[in-house]
């Protein structure tokens, strides 16, 4: 076998995946979350999907070998596995699973699933197709969406595989971008017995933070007075003067929800992140859907008012004092660095509406 370099930085400790039945049968109770370890093979920089669990470092057996060029099979009569560190690597082909119903629970509570994917609807019938590209597939869009759906928190999860490269950091992203009056959460859940088959699986869940509730307090009589207004275009001019009200333009200047809307004398300073932020915040207590877009150096708005998605950028009108960036169907000069990830965040929080 030829001499491979196999080099891991800042003195990790690898575990490799080569775990049977019985180790799913010990009930162990595992906690992971990506790792932001640097990896090299022969002096050159690689990518794995790796996870930290235990302070150690995990990575697929199957991505070493894929990488360093070595055999790695998988019997499932006898439940093991193969290394031939004189083949090459050679991809398996799997049959996809059929859909399953709800992961099972065992009385003693541990959680167990038996697919890829899991949700109760296809509901990504009901969107455009044309947003499903790349990471931004069917089974995410129906992992997130059955969330939304269930709405309160506490519901069982639904659950996807996000299993390539950058994807991870991909879907990280959109979820946070969904971030309003509720944060919506990807973990692995601490009863799951059988996360060493379902390496790349996460569940997606919905909470309202402590942190928040003073500020959904605070609110109360501004989303009083919208719900008495008629229209969407109404809602979201008010909820924007409101908001400027609160805020003053400094784009060196930090602010968050808790600190935004709390009693406080004069205007908070805040950059355009704090108020792209605020703003969606708003949107969502008042049932407006709304989410961030961001270029290189700006953050705003997309809201879906009276039957469109619409731009608003509150800090550029506070900052001029006018309402040029109100309501607007296109925003020039604005570069959204994630236009897939904008397009499918519209058809995950109002189904059909790019068609």
């Known amino acids: 076998m030829k001499q491979r370099l196999f080099t891991l930085f800042t003195g990790m400790v690898l575990g490799m995946m080569l775990l049977s039945g019985g180790y799913a049968a010990a009930n162990t109770i595992l906690t992971a979350s990506p790792t932001s370890q640097t990896f090299y093979v022969n002096g050159q920089q690689v990518q794995f999907e790796a996870y930290e669990i235990h302070g150690n470092n995990f990575v697929k057996l199957r991505d070493i070998g894929k990488i360093v060029d070595f055999g790695v099979t998988y019997d499932g009569a006898t439940n093991t596995v193969h290394i031939a560190p004189d083949s090459h690597y050679i991809e398996e082909v799997t049959t996809p699973a059929p859909a399953t119903p709800a992961p099972s629970v065992t009385p003693a509570g541990s959680y167990t699933i038996s697919t890829d994917h899991w949700s109760r609807e296809d509901f990504s019938q009901q969107a455009n197709p044309a947003v499903f590209t790349g990471v931004y597939d069917r089974a995410l869009y129906n992992t997130i969406r059955q969330t939304l759906v269930d709405g309160a928190p506490g519901n069982a999860p639904a659950y996807t595989m996000v299993a390539k490269g950058n994807d991870y950091s991909a879907v990280k992203k959109v979820l946070g971008r969904m971030n309003n009056t509720t944060w919506l959460e990807h973990y ?93 915040f708003l949107c969502d207590a008042a049932n407006i859907p709304c989410f961030m877009v961001s270029s290189s150096d700006h953050t705003w708005n997309l809201v879906y008012a009276d039957g469109r998605w619409l731009y608003v950028d509150v800090s550029a009108d506070d900052l001029r004092q006018n309402k040029d960036a109100l309501l607007l169907e296109s925003y020039p000069r604005h570069t959204d660095i994630a236009p897939e990830a904008t397009a499918f965040l519209k058809e995950l929080l109002v189904p059909g509406s790019t068609k």
């Open 188 to 280: 692995v859940p601490k009863d799951f017995t059988n996360y060493w088959q379902y390496l790349d699986y996460f569940a997606v869940t919905i909470n309202v933070p402590e942190q928040y509730k003073a500020a959904l307090d605070f609110i109360q009589p501004a989303i009083t007075q919208v719900g008495q207004l008629g229209s969407d275009r109404a809602k979201v001019e008010y909820l924007h003067d409101y908001l400027c009200s609160l805020l003053t333009y400094d784009v060196k200047a930090v602010a968050v929800i808790p600190q935004i809307f709390v009693p406080h004398s004069g205007e908070l300073k805040g950059a355009c992140g704090a108020y792209a932020s605020a703003f969606s």
